[in-house]
């Protein structure tokens, strides 16, 4: 019997599969979330505390400590001996690579932003501590830059970007909105931080998508609120994809304006909580507690989206590519798989393109491991791929903070960029400003 393990290394979540390597067929999945996140909810906060504490074992050892308890978990569901697991690819951003390889990430968070290595040979998995099969491999896919890693790397070859005659967009859009812009001709790429406010960080009720997450939310024509719950469960707080139907339909509806302030409409739903003006979107009821979106989620909003957005400007305008042009836009990631297209657009997250050009793609990341895992051939080319892209670093780019100022409205100061938006109209009862 001859098993894989194949790994996506996410900030904030680290998910696994199990793999027969005799069929192909994916016998298990397992997710957890990073326990990094006790040293920092972005991987820069974990570098500068490995730099203060000298702590980049300590850091190795809890990636590495996910890494083990999932393949442990997945390897006693299907009754499999590790020893018989023989092989580990990994994909992630750069840092996450960097803290499982015990390499040093200090130079991904300094000027010139260059990490220790970009592709790594393979290892034995035990060198990392990984605890498979004693002679078992551990393969890492290849990183563009300190910014883009292996992960975007495996979003391209997993959606075949590298080989498409026209230009596509492909966006994986988590605590850091990494954007590949391109087709067979060339490739750019650049990171913006969106902030972790789409993943429910810093949202006074924002959760991950698990039980009780509300994952749509609509305000119906009277006014009255409509929210959808994973699993139909009582509602605990907001997942990604109900905070961007929150934001949306909040400004169709007329409560926020264009800056997202709370407009004054006398609504009783519009109150000053303990972290100011708040709007309640569901009342206390006996099976859960009030839900409420504050001032000041709105705007963490409006910058997470602003960042992503900007960092897509950049790209189309350095390259002279139109709206129009754009074939199709990929959107990977577990955020992408349940966004509102119409929403994710009305908002300026994302280019005015015809909701048939945008496809959901899932996790790109796994599926580019699970390439790799069984193709030599595909490993070469994720190397040709992430050392073709040409990287725009966004942090020293003269246009980008302009971009992103311009996109802190909705959807967008330039409502030509938005045709779509401006022809549906202006909100409901626009009312005075707080």
């Known amino acids: 019997r001859n098993f894989a393990v194949v790994c996506d290394l996410g900030t904030t979540t680290v998910v696994a599969h199990l793999v027969d390597l005799q069929d192909g067929r994916t016998l298990d999945t397992e997710a957890t979330f990073n326990s990094q996140i006790h040293f920092?909810?972005?991987?820069?906060?974990?570098?500068?505390?490995?730099?203060?504490?000298?702590?980049?074992?300590?850091?190795?050892?809890r990636i590495v400590g996910d890494v083990n308890n999932l393949i442990f978990t997945m390897a006693s569901r299907q009754k499999i001996d590790t020893q018989e697991i023989n092989a580990v690819i990994c994909s992630g951003n750069t840092a996450?690579?960097?803290?499982l390889l015990n390499l040093d990430p200090t130079g991904i968070r300094r000027e010139p932003y260059v990490a220790s290595a970009q592709s790594i040979p393979p290892i034995r998995a035990a060198e990392t501590g990984i605890q498979i099969n004693k002679r078992g491999l551990l393969f890492c896919l290849p990183a563009v830059a300190a910014f883009i890693g292996s992960d975007i790397v495996a979003g391209v070859l997993t959606t075949r970007l590298h080989l498409r005659k026209g230009i596509s967009l492909f966006a994986d859009i988590g605590t850091n909105g990494e954007i590949v812009l391109g087709g067979r001709d060339?490739?750019?790429?650049?990171?913006?931080?969106?902030?972790?406010?789409?993943?429910?960080?810093?949202?006074?009720?924002?959760?991950?998508?698990?039980r009780g997450a509300i994952e749509r939310l609509a305000i119906r024509p009277d006014g009255?609120?409509?929210?959808?719950?994973?699993?139909?469960?009582?509602?605990?707080?907001?997942?990604?994809?109900?905070?961007?139907?929150?934001?949306?339909?909040?400004?169709?509806?007329?409560?926020?304006?264009?800056?997202?302030?709370?407009?004054?409409?006398?609504d009783p739903r519009l109150t000053d909580g303990e972290d100011g003006p708040q709007f309640q979107l569901l009342p206390p009821r006996h099976d859960h507690g009030e839900i409420v979106i504050t001032q000041a989620d709105i705007q963490n909003l409006i910058r997470s989206k602003a960042g992503v957005f900007a960092a897509i400007r950049v790209l189309m305008e350095s390259t002279q590519v139109r709206t129009a042009d754009l074939e199709g836009?990929?959107?990977?990631?577990?955020?992408?798989?349940?966004?509102?297209?119409?929403?994710?657009?009305?908002?300026?997250?994302?280019?005015?393109?015809?909701?048939?050009?945008?496809?959901?793609?899932?996790?790109?990341?796994?599926?580019?491991?699970?390439?790799?895992?069984?193709s030599r051939k595909a490993m070469d080319v994720a190397v040709q791929i992430?050392?073709?892209?040409?990287?725009?670093?966004?942090?020293?780019?003269?246009?980008?903070?302009?971009?992103?100022?311009?996109?802190?409205?909705?959807?967008?100061?330039?409502?030509?960029?938005?045709?779509?938006v401006a022809e549906a109209g202006k909100p409901q009862s626009p009312g005075r400003e707080n």
């Open 224 to 266: 009255s609120i409509d929210a959808r719950t994973i699993q139909g469960a009582p509602a605990v707080g907001l997942c990604g994809s109900g905070l961007l139907d929150t934001l949306a339909e909040l400004f169709r509806a007329g409560i926020i304006d264009r800056t997202g302030k709370f407009l004054k409409r006398g």
């Open 329 to 374: 836009v990929y959107l990977a990631g577990g955020f992408g798989n349940f966004l509102n297209v119409r929403h994710a657009v009305a908002i300026g997250m994302l280019p005015d393109v015809p909701e048939e050009k945008i496809h959901f793609v899932g996790n790109t990341s796994l599926a580019g491991a699970k390439m790799v895992l069984f």
């Open 40 to 61: 920092g909810e972005d991987y820069i906060r974990r570098i500068i505390y490995a730099e203060q504490n000298d702590a980049l074992g300590v850091l190795q050892d």
């Open 96 to 99: 996450m690579i960097h803290f």
């Open 186 to 210: 060339w490739l750019v790429c650049a990171s913006s931080s969106a902030g972790p406010a789409f993943e429910g960080n810093g949202i006074k009720h924002g959760m991950r998508a698990s």
């Open 386 to 420: 992430a050392s073709s892209m040409t990287y725009f670093d966004l942090m020293s780019h003269p246009g980008y903070m302009d971009e992103f100022i311009r996109a802190c409205f909705i959807p967008h100061t330039d409502m030509n960029l938005f045709p779509s």
